[in-house]
């Protein structure tokens, strides 16, 4: 399913619960392999905490603009 990036699931079976990260890249929309694994599975009750990655100051990200894509 994920070309690039990856997931990971981190259980906690004392207390029934799972935390899950996604880690894209690219065009992969990490919502969408959310909701597909919501399709798959019986999650229950969930709560989402989006978390920016390397988030580069200004004149950085002007100079990242132009370059290649990372996971391309």
Do not use: N, W
């Not at 969408?32 to 390397?54: A, C, H, N, P, W």
């Amino acid at each position: 399913m994920l070309d690039e990036s990856h997931c990971s699931a981190h259980c906690y079976s004392e207390t029934r619960q799972i935390a899950m990260d996604v880690f894209t890249c690219g065009s992969t929309d990490p919502k969408k392999v959310l909701e597909y694994m919501r399709q798959e599975l019986d999650l229950g009750t969930i709560s989402v905490q989006e978390v920016s990655r390397f988030v580069a100051e200004p004149e950085t990200q002007l100079a990242l603009a132009d370059a290649p894509a990372p996971c391309g």
